[in-house]
Every structure is written in C-alpha cells, then in structure tokens.
C-alpha cells in the first residue's frame, strides 16, 4: 500500500491550538501546500497577523515576521520592496483584515503591491472572546450584539472581496470555503493561483476564505461547519472575482 | 493487508484528533464515528468501525482540520486525489 496523505513538507509537526472544528487548521495546511507545490519554501516570507492566525509562526517553516494589529498587508509591502525575489504572504482574520487593518489592505491592493493575503473570514472576533466583527452576519447573536446585529445600530456586512475587486492595483480576488471536500478543492486551487500571481509579478493577489468558529458560534464543530453553507454563503458568494490576464495591458507581467 | 477485497488503510493519530466529526460526516463508507475513549487532552478521538470498507479516497484527511488522518491505498487504483 501506497501513502496517499501525508503533512506538507512546509507544514511542522507541531499539533495546532485551533479549536475542535475550526477551519484555520484546513486553510494554513492548503497555504503550505501551495508552497510546496511551488517549491517556494527557501524564498517564502510570511507575515503573521494578530487573532487566532498569529501562531503561523508556529506551524508553517517558512522565515515569519509579525506585524502590529491590521498592519500586515503594510509589513509586506516594507518586505517585498526590498527583497524582491522573496515571496510574501500574510494570513489575517477578519477582525484583523476588515476592521483595524482597513486602511491598510485597501491601500495595499490599491497600489497593486506583489504579495498574497490569505483572508480568513469567520465572521466573529475568534481569539478575544467573540465580539462582533465588520463580517459578521446580520442578525448574527455575538458577546457585543447580544440582540443579533441590526442594521440601523451596526450597519451591513463588510464584503471586502467586492470592495477590493472594484481597485484597479487588485491583480487576483477570489473567495472560498473549505466547509465540504468539493469546496475544498476549489480553495485549494484558488490559493494556489494567488501564489502563482505574485511568483508571475502579477500583482496583489488575496484569497478569501470563509471559516468557522463553533467555539464562539456556540455551536459544535459540524452545526457550525452547516452554518457556513445556509447562512455564510448566501450572504458572501464564493468564486472568483476578479483575475488579471498575464501579458495583458494592466498586468505588471 | 492479505485481503484481496481491501483498497485502504486508515489511522487515526488519536493525540492529535480533536473530535470534531469533520471526518465522520465526509466518510462516505460510514467506518468512521467518535468513541468514547478520551485523548490526552480529553478530547474524545475519531475511532475506525470497520476498517475493510475503506476505499483510501483520503476525503477524510483532507477535510481534517488537524492532520491527524494517515491514508494509504493499494497502489493499482486509479486516481489521486492529492494533485
């Protein structure tokens, strides 16, 4: 018999601090196969964010640097510019990449900067203890909208796959779930087609993925994993929306 | 691994499983379920019911979310779902 499943060579054997059934274990695994698949190991820099991504340091064996709350995308940037040959890649959460880090993501995909940004979207601040997040869904009951999230108080869910492919600088925005094998495979290939346009120059390229959290939904691992079917999806439609054509006119390649 | 009928193999790392049944739900031969048989952490680890229908699809490695599923298939099957 044959090993058909083995732990990527970019990924550490070290055992995850991921809650039973959160799906940051499934996406920092697709990100280290999209590294080796690429054989970028050696010359890959990752940019740990803060929340629950913050331990990438931990998993991925690849140089990681950590950025201040939301500052990651703008770390990057300092990165690439002055090691070109270098690939570089943050994971973020949502309360990361929507909310304080705002500013920073919108500028960095503006100016077209040649990194990748791995989105994780939970909807829900994970590590500070489930307070309400720019994504979170409306209606959705967290420890800071007890009531559901309401639209005149809190106002809509920040879609920032839309609100980044409308940027010119944009070179790849997608968005992807990993909540059942055949969205698996398709984030598999998203993410791997985010790294293959920074190694073509293409441009910045973001990935983003929709995740659960049962811990702070309050819901066990596969009520929670339901929920990013019936209610996440419908409300951020996964595919791809926006893809520069290398050699074209506004591609840098 | 005598048994002509057998295609894969499983195992479960069970200090690394966290019992979060992503696997049960995706196994689509059923021989996967939570035991009652706690971990070192305490969680409650995936266990095999009944290993000689596994097909080595390797769905349930892919869908773990902590890597504690090892797949092994007889090598005369077609197909790999890992490129």
Not at chain 1, 113 to 137: K, S
Not at chain 1, 175 to 199: G, H, S, T, W, Y
Not at chain 2, 16 to 42: A, F, P, R
Request: a positive charge; charged letters at 25%; hydrophobic letters at 35%.
């Amino acid at each position: 018999m044959k090993k058909v499943f083995e732990r990527p060579k970019s990924l550490k054997d070290t055992p995850s601090h991921f809650c039973p059934g959160c799906h940051s274990g499934l996406i920092h695994r697709l990100v280290a196969e999209a590294i080796d698949y690429f054989k970028i190991q050696e010359r890959t820099i990752g940019v740990a964010s803060v929340g629950c991504s913050v331990f990438l340091y931990n998993y991925l064996d690849v140089d990681v640097i950590e950025a201040p709350h939301g500052r990651a995308p703008a770390v990057c940037t300092g990165i690439k510019r002055v090691r070109k040959q270098n690939i570089v890649f943050t994971i973020q959460g949502d309360g990361d990449l929507a909310a304080i880090g705002t500013s920073e993501i919108i500028h960095t995909a503006n100016r077209g900067e040649n990194i990748t940004v791995i989105f994780i979207n939970n909807a829900v601040y994970g590590m500070t203890g489930g307070q309400m997040a720019p994504t979170t869904l409306l209606g959705q009951r967290t420890t800071t909208s007890p009531y559901g999230r309401d639209v005149q108080q809190e106002g809509y869910p920040v879609r920032m796959v839309e609100l980044l492919s409308g940027l010119e600088g944009s070179a790849f925005i997608a968005r992807a779930a990993v909540n059942k094998p055949a969205n698996l495979m398709k984030a598999k290939k998203l993410i791997r087609r985010a790294f293959e346009m920074q190694i073509n120059n293409m441009g910045f390229s973001m990935v983003e993925v929709l995740s659960a959290c049962p811990t702070n939904w309050g819901l066990k691992p596969l009520e929670a994993n339901r929920r990013v079917e019936e209610e996440m999806i419908p409300c951020f439609p996964l595919g791809v929306f926006k893809e520069k054509i290398q050699g074209s006119e506004d591609s840098r390649g | 691994m005598t048994k002509v009928a057998k295609k894969g193999k499983i195992a479960i790392l069970k200090e690394i499983c966290k019992g979060c049944g992503l696997c049960v739900d995706v196994c689509s031969q059923g021989i996967l379920g939570l035991g009652d048989e706690m971990n070192s952490k305490g969680y409650y680890f995936s266990r095999i019911n009944s290993e000689k229908n596994c097909t080595g699809c390797a769905v349930c490695a892919e869908m773990c979310p902590d890597l504690a599923i090892e797949v092994w298939r007889k090598s005369n099957i077609s197909g790999n779902s890992r490129k």
